[in-house]
């Protein structure tokens, strides 16, 4: 039994990424329509947090979708309103990696701020953001976090215009280590930028929001108007911040508990196949 459940095991670590430093992460996978729905995992709460007003926080649909289904995001009233969770356990405010797959057909035009990744509020020290933004010297990719006392720091630069290709999918990628001083970007596996343009990376003194935004800015602001597809939080630098990497090939997966079964392992083995 033993050799059995390391072989299946084995292959289940074969068929996607994995990262044990994962604390949250959604596939967009559920039945398709309605909103974004639960997270697919996270070291705290999953449940998607009640939008306000309008909207259901995006739809889930089948086209395009990088892996399986993905998540549409607008500003349309029909996928619109906020699409939040939890950051308790989901997001270490001093070290992690947020990444996502990204599609939309009006980026490379768009001059807009088109809001990926953010905190609940922009108050404070709660203010923290993943964008696209266009600079006028060209669309950026960047991120910014707010410290206490007023302090900040950003990392911004601008994409490559061979790679800003729309209705095309792209991997994204932000890591930052406030206690080491570090943090990086990267559009499709390449490297953008690993010191910030704007401040000096340090160590966050408190974080005062309780949720986190997908697909929008702080606060709920610059609503990204596209896909996403595998969106994950980890609480390390998952890739080297000195150079490129290449961008995942599969959807991303967890370590699975030592105590779990022969038919749970398997089980999961059937759910990535299927994906």
């Not at 089948?62 to 939890?86: C, E, I, M």
């Not at 302090?151 to 800003?164: C, D, R, T, Y």
Request: glycine letters at 14%; proline letters at 5%; a negative charge.
């Amino acid at each position: 039994m033993f050799k059995k459940l390391s072989f299946v095991a084995a292959l289940a670590l074969a068929v996607a990424p994995v990262c044990a430093d994962t604390t949250f992460l959604h596939h967009f996978d559920g039945a398709v329509g309605g909103g974004g729905g639960d997270a697919d995992y996270g070291v705290g709460s999953v449940v998607q947090q009640t939008p306000p007003p309008i909207g259901n926080g995006g739809q889930i649909v089948s086209s395009p979708a990088k892996f399986g289904n993905s998540l549409l995001r607008s500003n349309g009233a029909d996928v619109g309103g906020r699409l939040t969770y939890q950051t308790a356990g989901n997001y270490n405010v001093n070290k992690g990696t947020i990444e996502m797959w990204i599609n939309s057909s009006d980026m490379a035009e768009n001059g807009g701020f088109l809001g990926l990744w953010g905190s609940d509020t922009s108050s404070g020290s709660g203010d923290v953001r993943m964008y696209i933004y266009n600079t006028g010297a060209g669309r950026t990719l960047g991120a910014y976090q707010a410290g206490a006392g007023g302090s900040f720091w950003e990392i911004e630069q601008v994409i490559p215009v061979a790679q800003l290709t729309d209705n095309a999918w792209h991997h994204v990628a932000w890591a930052f280590d406030c206690n080491a001083g570090v943090t990086a970007t990267w559009w499709d596996g390449t490297l953008l930028r690993n010191t910030p343009d704007s401040g000096v990376v340090n160590p966050r003194n408190s974080f005062n929001n309780t949720r986190f935004h997908i697909g929008e800015n702080q606060g709920g602001s610059g609503t990204w108007n596209g896909y996403m597809d595998e969106f994950r939080i980890s609480d390390s630098i998952v890739y080297p911040t000195t150079g490129d990497f290449t961008p995942p090939t599969a959807p991303f997966s967890v370590p699975e508990p030592s105590s779990l079964g022969l038919l749970a392992v398997t089980g999961l083995v059937a759910r990535r196949r299927r994906a």
